[in-house]
T-cell receptor, first 115, second 112 residues
Framework: GAGVSQSPSNKVTEKGKDVELRCDPI?????LYWYRQSLGQGLEFLIY????????KSGLPSDRFSAERTGGSVSTLTIQRTQQEDSAVYLC?????????????FGPGTRLTVT | GESVGLHLPTLSVQEGDNSIINCAYS??????FIWYKQESGKGPQFIID?????DKRQGQRVTVLLNKTVKHLSLQIAATQPGDSAVYFC???????????FGSGTQLTVLP
């Protein structure tokens, strides 16, 4: 079956502009995560959605970052007034919600470059 | 603070040799650990996981060892192949949380 998909694969934007990054999780996966990966670094947790529960936004670095998940499926990460330090690869992952399985399936990421 | 970290940022091994990638964690409440492999330009890919009630788990050419006494996790890759060249991340889950905390990664390079 199809894996997690993300679009666009690359995005170049000017400082101060807003950007939207899209994630399509695996069908049937109720949990969705956004991470940020700076060059040569590990994954930084941003936000987590689980079903209809309130999202866990504890990882969002500033109020310029927000995310939505519509209909329990597609998610959009929005970065307002982008700054150069926002340049990174933004990864989305989804997983089945259960007490046992925590394996997260990752998309290929969106490489964001703020000039 | 509570974190997952790696002892070595880079590791080079000869093709055919065994590789050992290490990871230290500091949260004794962590009960689930995963190793991910990330090839250049791709998202991380699940390799193997282990729960805290186990000390060892084996997969195809990979073995994960968990030493809860010293809070240490390792990934062993047998007969390392060129296709194993990638960045390897360990990640932990702290029980009640649904989040995984990732380490900074180890770059494995397989030499011909």
């Amino acid at each position: 079956g199809a894996g997690v998909s993300q679009s666009p694969s690359n995005k170049v934007t000017e400082k101060g502009k807003d950007v939207e990054l899209r994630c399509d999780p695996i069908s049937g996966h109720t949990a969705l995560y956004w991470y940020r990966q700076s060059l040569g670094q590990g994954l930084e947790f941003l936000i987590y959605f689980q079903g209809n529960s309130a999202p866990d936004k504890s990882g969002l670095p500033s109020d310029r970052f927000s995310a939505e998940r519509t209909g329990g499926s597609v998610s959009t990460l929005t970065i307002q007034r982008t700054q150069q330090e926002d340049s990174a690869v933004y990864l989305c992952a989804s997983s089945l919600y259960s007490g046992v399985d925590l394996e997260q399936y990752f998309g290929p990421g969106t490489r964001l470059t703020v000039t | 603070g509570e974190s997952v970290g790696l002892h070595l940022p880079t590791l080079s091994v000869q093709e055919g040799d065994n590789s050992i990638i290490n990871c230290a964690y500091s949260n004794s409440a962590s009960d689930y650990f995963i190793w991910y492999k990330q090839e250049s330009g791709k998202g991380p890919q699940f390799i193997i996981d282990i729960r805290s009630n186990m000390d060892k788990r084996q997969g195809q050419r990979v073995t994960v060892l968990l030493n809860k006494t010293v809070k240490h996790l390792s990934l062993q890759i047998a007969a390392t192949q060129p296709g194993d060249s990638a960045v390897y991340f360990c990640a932990e889950n702290k029980g009640s949380a649904r989040q995984l905390t990732f380490g900074s990664g180890t770059q494995l390079t397989v030499l011909p």
